[in-house]
């Protein structure tokens, strides 16, 4: 069996504020487990948890991923920009187009996601996260596509996208012209072997689609920190 994706974590200035914000936006509740830290778990069908880890870092450039959030009516797309709004979230410009129907906001540490219009076809088959959409390359989805099990539901003119076999939100991937990496990402992925597998096994396999291990100053942690293909950082667990 493949490694399965545990959660979508985020570096935080503030993560307990964070993590009330987006336990706010999306509903989640946090989890009780003392060892994940401050983190969310879904209510539906998302499939993977939200951890917030501390960092005194402050936020340079634009996220290589963020959320975009569905919609059923454009009641409904108001009713998300409103709440987003009165949690901390504001409204930012990165070039949309006036006739465009997502809302683009940030959250209050300025972390980039969209408000999807209702109606979007691409979208139509997943939940209030419609998708984990990202900066990335053709080869790095199908690198994604590999590590993790999910099959290709989306492969044209280098964009890509793959879907769990159990739905949830798609993880996308824009193609090119891919923005130049200029530090460690501030979202990263991490991912785990099942419960019977082999933390090291799945770092060789890892290894062999393309990935790399990377060392970010983690220090001796029971986790392995490692890049794909376009250098995003992730980290593989122990088996859980």
Same mark, same amino acid.
């Given at each position: 069996?493949? &490694?399965?994706?545990?959660?979508?974590?985020? !570096?935080?200035?503030?993560?307990?504020?964070?993590?009330?914000?987006?336990?706010?936006?999306? *509903?989640?509740? @946090? =989890?009780?487990?003392?060892?994940? +830290?401050?983190?969310?778990?879904?209510?539906?069908?998302?499939?993977?948890?939200?951890?917030?880890?501390?960092?005194?870092?402050?936020?340079?450039?634009?996220?290589?991923?963020?959320?975009?959030?569905?919609?059923?009516?454009?009641?409904?797309?108001?009713?998300?920009?409103?709440?987003?709004?009165?949690? $901390?979230?504001?409204?930012?410009?990165? +070039?949309?187009?006036?006739?465009? *129907?997502?809302?683009?906001? =940030? %959250?209050?540490?300025?972390?980039?996601?969209?408000?999807?219009?209702?109606?979007?076809?691409?979208? =139509?088959?997943? *939940?209030?996260?419609?998708?984990?959409?990202? !900066?990335?390359?053709?080869?790095? $989805?199908?690198?994604?596509?590999?590590?993790?099990?999910?099959?290709?539901?989306?492969?044209?003119?280098?964009?890509?996208?793959?879907?769990?076999? %159990? *739905?949830?939100?798609?993880?996308?991937?824009?193609?090119?012209?891919?923005? @130049?990496?200029? +530090?460690?990402?501030?979202?990263?992925?991490?991912?785990?072997? @099942?419960?019977? $597998? %082999?933390?090291?096994?799945?770092? %060789?396999?890892?290894?062999?689609?393309?990935?790399?291990?990377?060392?970010? $100053?983690?220090?001796?942690?029971?986790?392995?920190?490692? &890049?794909?293909?376009?250098?995003?950082?992730?980290?593989?667990?122990?088996?859980?």
């Amino acid at each position: 069996m493949t &490694a399965h994706l545990f959660a979508l974590c985020v !570096d935080a200035n503030d993560p307990p504020r964070l993590a009330r914000f987006w336990a706010g936006v999306l *509903g989640w509740e @946090p =989890a009780d487990h003392p060892g994940d +830290g401050i983190a969310l778990l879904p209510n539906d069908d998302t499939g993977f948890r939200m951890r917030f880890l501390p960092t005194t870092q402050e936020k340079v450039g634009r996220n290589q991923m963020h959320f975009d959030l569905t919609s059923t009516s454009l009641e409904d797309q108001r009713q998300t920009v409103a709440r987003s709004l009165e949690l $901390g979230a504001r409204h930012i410009d990165v +070039g949309q187009r006036p006739e465009e *129907g997502h809302v683009v906001l =940030a %959250d209050p540490e300025g972390n980039e996601f969209c408000v999807i219009e209702p109606g979007n076809s691409f979208l =139509a088959e997943c *939940g209030f996260i419609g998708a984990l959409s990202s !900066d990335g390359s053709q080869e790095v $989805g199908y690198f994604w596509s590999e590590a993790l099990g999910w099959p290709l539901v989306w492969d044209q003119d280098q964009e890509t996208a793959i879907r769990s076999p %159990d *739905g949830g939100p798609k993880i996308t991937w824009g193609g090119p012209p891919v923005a @130049p990496k200029t +530090g460690k990402n501030r979202l990263h992925l991490d991912i785990a072997p @099942p419960a019977d $597998g %082999d933390q090291l096994a799945e770092v %060789d396999r890892l290894v062999s689609l393309g990935a790399t291990r990377v060392d970010i $100053g983690q220090g001796q942690v029971s986790w392995v920190v490692m &890049a794909d293909p376009d250098g995003n950082e992730f980290c593989v667990l122990t088996p859980r």
